[in-house]
């Protein structure tokens, strides 16, 4: 059971992230993941945070739902199964250090790529690709945001479009991570989430996306495209620094 300074500062966390995530579609889920995995072991952290992201981003689906464009986040689910049955087979659990460089240099690599190479999520087999690359970093650093939003990018998809269409395709990525990583807790008898956190975390994530559904709307996509790749490169600057810290002074 969380204590009361540890359960308001959670909260906090949580209500904020998934602000960011209603608004941008990621960035939040990305600070969120940074946050558990100071306060909790590996495992535990990313239960507790595939099951809020779960939450945050299904009321996101939801809010948006007409907006979804569903032959994608098909042809992702197929890539994800094939990397999350890859990863069962391996039963790979990264400690803390490798969690955070890997979740800092996300955003990087995803600049990396270049613009000619860029793919287009509705183009085909690029989203089934999406999953499989996307369903693997989130089972190493737990997010997967900023490569996802390589994928769509360059597509034509409107604001609406995007964080609809993403939020769903990561309710199903977030699911595949909690329940790969809660077996790892059952099996390892490791540190699990009490319900009343679990509770606690999902009532605050669907508050948080209610209240960014306004000022998402009143945004243009230009607006909303540059601010989302400003909070996501200055947070994983953050976590790729601390992440190197941890490696070289564990």
Request: hydrophobic fraction near 55%; glycine fraction near 12%; proline fraction near 3%.
């Amino acid at each position: 059971m969380l204590t009361v300074p540890l359960a308001l500062g959670l909260g906090t966390a949580v209500l904020v992230t998934s602000f960011l995530s209603g608004l941008f579609g990621m960035a939040g889920g990305m600070v969120l993941m940074g946050i558990l995995l100071l306060m909790l072991p590996v495992s535990t952290a990313m239960l507790l945070h595939g099951i809020t992201q779960m939450a945050s981003n299904g009321w996101r689906a939801w809010l948006w739902q007409r907006h979804i464009v569903w032959r994608v986040v098909v042809q992702f689910l197929a890539g994800g199964a094939v990397a999350v049955g890859l990863f069962t087979l391996v039963g790979l659990v990264p400690d803390k250090a490798v969690s955070l460089i890997v979740l800092g240099l996300s955003p990087w690599l995803a600049l990396a790529v270049p613009r000619g190479w860029s793919p287009d999520v509705t183009r085909r087999g690029h989203s089934a690709l999406a999953g499989f690359l996307c369903i693997g970093i989130q089972l190493i650093a737990g997010i997967s945001g900023p490569l996802l939003d390589v994928f769509f990018v360059k597509s034509d998809l409107t604001r609406q479009s995007v964080v609809a269409t993403k939020a769903t395709t990561q309710v199903f990525g977030h699911l595949f991570k909690a329940a790969y990583f809660g077996s790892v807790v059952a099996a390892s008898g490791a540190q699990g989430v009490d319900a009343a956190t679990v509770l606690m975390c999902v009532a605050i994530a669907i508050t948080g996306t209610t209240l960014s559904r306004r000022v998402l709307d009143a945004l243009t996509d230009a607006q909303f495209r540059t601010w989302s790749k400003r909070i996501v490169m200055l947070t994983g600057s953050v976590y790729l620094g601390q992440g190197v810290l941890l490696l070289v002074a564990p």
